[in-house]
């Protein structure tokens, strides 16, 4: 009795959120410029959801990021800030995931559909950080457990022509090698709990 007594001023504070309901903007906007280097947020641009699963411009950047919040229909937390030259491959995938393509038909059409020139994709590296966790904790306006990498999309990039392995690890490797979504994975190793 104790304890519900002592956590109802904090659930009365909360806003309640049905599952699937996105966060209100300005927490979206805060958690998706989590994953952006402290010195390009505040000019980065800025993406979110609406409850009916579409994505808006929450706020105009200035510089060359943009950075989308998390799909509050996904139950994993996950935030994103990548260079402006990438939006249409990531829009791209975002129509095709609401289509209900995914996984590696989802990879393949959008590396074809860059193939054919239906679909824009920088031939210079390109960042994405990816900011992951258990969730965005808004009285502290902070990730909860965040877990950050970095991806260089870097389009047609082979093993020969970088250097890389292709083999997955705490070192920076090779995906998807010799596609239009070949991209550099650099995962440091998760902080141990």
């Not at 209100?24 to 979110?48: C, H, M, T, Y």
């Not at 559909?113 to 900011?131: F, N, Q, S, T």
Request: aromatic share 8%; hydrophobic share 40%; charged share 25%.
């Amino acid at each position: 009795m104790k304890a519900w007594i002592l956590l109802l001023p904090a659930l009365l504070a909360a806003p309640f959120l049905q599952a699937g309901e996105p966060l209100p903007a300005k927490q979206q906007i805060a958690s998706a410029l989590a994953a952006a280097p402290a010195e390009r947020r505040d000019a980065a641009a800025v993406l979110g959801w609406e409850a009916d699963g579409k994505v808006v411009e929450l706020r105009a950047g200035s510089n060359d990021l943009i950075c989308l919040a998390d799909d509050p229909r996904d139950e994993n937390f996950s935030v994103a800030c990548y260079h402006k030259d990438l939006e249409p491959f990531m829009k791209r995938g975002r129509e095709l995931a609401a289509e209900g393509v995914k996984g590696k038909e989802r990879h393949e059409v959008r590396w074809k559909e860059v193939d054919e020139g239906k679909v824009a994709m920088p031939r210079e590296p390109r960042l994405l950080y990816v900011l992951t966790g258990d969730g965005w904790d808004a009285a502290k306006g902070e990730v909860v457990n965040p877990y950050l990498r970095w991806v260089i999309y870097s389009p047609y990039a082979t093993p020969e022509s970088t250097g890389l392995s292709i083999e997955p690890g705490a070192h920076p490797w090779l995906m998807y090698p010799g596609t239009a979504g070949a991209h550099i994975m650099m995962s440091p190793p998760k902080p141990k709990s």
